[in-house]
């Protein structure tokens, strides 16, 4: 999920969306579900691609029409592109298959008229003993023979340049699969693959008895840093927590950015002191460097991270192992920050009390 999907679930997503039907208005856009996506992004992230595009198109006076509106998505909403690889790539696999397919039939027809000209062949020969007759059946049959071997030529080499675009097509699938479940910012997965994961995580862990661990992990002061330095800066500091996270996250072990700068991860089959250790040195690795504003080379300081984590109960669901992590992630924020809280402890001294 991108920064301006998270920012339109939020809050300050009734004041964008007012905005964008005001704009809407002003420029005579017809307020349909499309044009509305974009204009809401075009608020949402007013130094977007999408924006600049729009805010050129206007001051060109082009005519703001719903094909034009199809474009604009095409070329700028995440969605509407995904969905137009996957299209195309289907229509390509589509007349690859019928290509073929006329191959396949091409040769077929090929094999049954060679069948019938054998069957006419073996009738002219059988009991004939007038040798130009048998010349001439002969030269048909050297003559059949060759068409066929060529028929059956081509469609091997055919075949062979099918499997390779099909080979193609599958990667360039497999590539577009793997874009709409990976962060663009940290090469992370994003929420959607991470919450597939953890639904299958669960199901696994029923089915297996075992046990799992969901820990989220937050960037401390991030919206203060982000407005002091600016967001090309707090992307640099997303991508170099992401990076920490990404080291210690190998599978079965799964890593998302959740959103904005928050993060979560999955750890299937591991016990709850082995995820605090875990998650301990990922707090000591991330502030033990003092980072530099790549654009001027000033010292940032050090970043810190607060994290927290819950252990899945048998039959549990989803959501609410979550709801007990994200709680032990605010004890650590309420608690100073830059700290490690399991949802279990929490509970524990809950009780105590």
């Known amino acids: 999920m991108s920064d301006v999907e998270i920012t339109l679930r939020g809050p300050e997503a009734y004041k964008i969306a007012g905005r964008a039907l005001a704009l809407m208005e002003r420029h005579q856009v017809w307020p349909t579900a499309l044009n509305f996506e974009l204009w809401t992004h075009y608020v949402a992230d007013p130094d977007g691609a999408l924006a600049r595009e729009l805010t050129r198109l206007i001051s060109l006076g082009e005519p703001l029409t719903e094909l034009l509106s199809e474009e604009l998505a095409a070329a700028y909403l995440p969605k509407a592109k995904l969905n137009e690889q996957i299209r195309d790539a289907g229509d390509l696999l589509s007349k690859e298959l019928e290509s073929v397919s006329k191959a396949i039939q091409n040769a077929q027809s090929s094999n049954t008229a060679y069948s019938k000209t054998l069957a006419t062949a073996t009738k002219t020969l059988d009991g004939s003993d007038d040798l130009d007759r048998i010349k001439t059946v002969v030269t048909d049959l050297s003559e059949a023979t060759r068409r066929v071997q060529k028929e059956n030529e081509s469609l091997e080499t055919r075949l062979a340049e099918s499997t390779a675009e099909v080979d193609r097509l599958r990667e360039h699938l497999e590539q577009v699969r793997r874009d709409a479940t990976t962060d663009g910012l940290t090469n992370l997965a994003n929420r959607k693959a991470f919450d597939e994961e ?71 089959r591991e016990s709850a ?16 460097r003092m980072l530099k504003r790549r654009s001027t080379n000033e010292d940032l300081g050090a970043i810190t991270i607060s994290s927290g984590f819950s252990e899945r109960r048998p039959g549990e669901t989803g959501h609410s192992v979550m709801e007990r992590a994200d709680a032990a992630l605010y004890t650590s924020k309420r608690g100073g920050r830059n700290r490690v809280t399991a949802a279990e402890a929490k509970q524990e001294s809950a009780n105590a009390a």
């Open 273 to 288: 002191s082995i995820v605090a250790g875990t998650l301990e040195d990922i707090r000591v690795e991330v502030s033990s």
């Open 198 to 268: 953890f639904e299958r995580a669960c199901s696994e862990a029923d089915e297996a008895g075992t046990t799992i661990c969901l820990a989220v992990l937050d960037i401390d002061h991030f919206k203060r840093f982000n407005d002091t330095w600016g967001h090309q800066t707090g992307d640099q500091v997303i991508r170099y927590v992401a990076s920490v996270i990404g080291r210690v996250a190998a599978p079965p072990r799964f890593a998302a950015r959740y959103g904005g700068e928050e993060f979560a991860m999955i750890f299937p």
